[in-house]
T-cell receptor
Framework: EAQVTQNPRYLITVTGKKLTVTCSQN?????MSWYRQDPGLGLRQIYY???????DKGDVPEGYKVSRKEKRNFPLILESPSPNQTSLYFC???????????????FGSGTRLTVV | GQQLNQSPQSMFIQEGEDVSMNCTSS?????WLWYKQDPGEGPVLLIA?????ELTSNGRLTAQFGITRKDSFLNISASIPSDVGIYFC?????????????FGKGTKLSVKP
C-alpha cells in the first residue's frame, strides 16, 4: 500500500531533550515536507526537500532541523524542544513530475508531540 | 510568508443542505488544491485545479479555480454526516518553489442529522 509512515504517533517529552520524528514513504517521491498544525493556524510548512540532499526552509523553520540522506526518509529533528513546539506534526510527500492529481502532497497520519 | 484567507472558519448545517467555502490570496497561484481532514488523521486530497477558470467535480464536491488566479471555492451538495471534518484549501504560488505548498487555516464543518 502506498503510504507515508511517521513515528511515533504520540510523544511526550521534556524541554531540552533532543528528539527525532521519523518519516518514510514508499512511493519513490522526490518531494517531502513537514508541516505543523495548531488550532486556528491551519497547517504551516516547516521544511521541505525536493530531492536527496536538497532541503529548504518553509514558513516556520526555527527550532527544527531536517536531513534527506535517502530518498524515502525525511526525519524531523528537534535539538532542544520547547513547550511552544507542542503541536500536531505531519509529514507529506509527492512526485516531482507534474501529472494531474498526483500534484498534491500525500500526508502521513500525524505525530502529536507534547513538550513539558 | 504568503497566507491564504479561508472562510468561513466553521459551519453548522443540517443534513441535506449545500455548503460553500472559499479561499483567497494576495498573489497569483498556479495551482489550487482542496483537502479534507478527518479527526485523528492527516489531510486527504479531494480536488486539484490547475487552470484559471477550471471547474472540477468529484461526486458531490465541485471546486473552481478563480479567473483572477487569486481565489478558489469548494461546494458540497446535499451534505451527509460523513462530510464532517476540516476542509483546507492549499495552493502553489506562481513563481514560488514547487515544494512550498501553502495552506489556509481550514473550515470546520459540522452536520446535524
Amino acid at each position: 500500500e502506498a503510504q507515508v509512515t511517521q513515528n511515533p504517533r504520540y510523544l511526550i517529552t521534556v524541554t531540552g531533550k533532543k528528539l527525532t520524528v521519523t518519516c518514510s514513504q514508499n512511493m519513490n517521491h522526490e518531494y517531502m515536507s513537514w508541516y505543523r498544525q495548531d488550532p486556528g493556524l491551519g497547517l504551516r510548512q516547516i521544511y521541505y526537500s525536493m530531492n536527496v540532499e536538497v532541503t529548504d526552509k518553509g514558513d516556520v523553520p526555527e527550532g527544527y532541523k531536517v536531513s534527506r540522506k535517502e530518498k524515502r526518509n525525511f526525519p524531523l529533528i528537534l535539538e532542544s524542544p520547547s513547550p511552544n513546539q507542542t503541536s500536531l506534526y505531519f509529514c507529506a510527500s509527492r512526485p516531482r513530475i507534474f501529472t494531474g492529481e498526483s500534484y498534491g502532497y500525500t500526508f502521513g497520519s500525524g505525530t502529536r508531540l507534547t513538550v513539558v | 510568508g504568503q497566507q491564504l484567507n479561508q472562510s468561513p472558519q466553521s459551519m453548522f448545517i443540517q443534513e441535506g443542505e449545500d455548503v460553500s467555502m472559499n479561499c483567497t490570496s494576495s498573489s497569483i497561484f498556479n495551482t489550487w488544491l482542496w483537502y479534507k481532514q478527518d479527526p485523528g488523521e492527516g489531510p486527504v486530497l479531494l480536488i486539484a485545479l490547475y487552470k484559471a477558470g477550471e471547474l472540477t467535480s468529484n461526486g458531490r464536491l465541485t471546486a473552481q479555480f478563480g479567473i483572477t488566479r487569486k481565489d478558489s471555492f469548494l461546494n458540497i451538495s446535499a451534505s451527509i454526516p460523513s462530510d464532517v471534518g476540516i476542509y483546507f484549501c492549499a495552493g502553489q504560488e506562481y513563481g514560488g518553489s514547487q515544494g512550498n505548498l501553502i495552506f489556509g487555516k481550514g473550515t470546520k464543518l459540522s452536520v446535524k442529522p
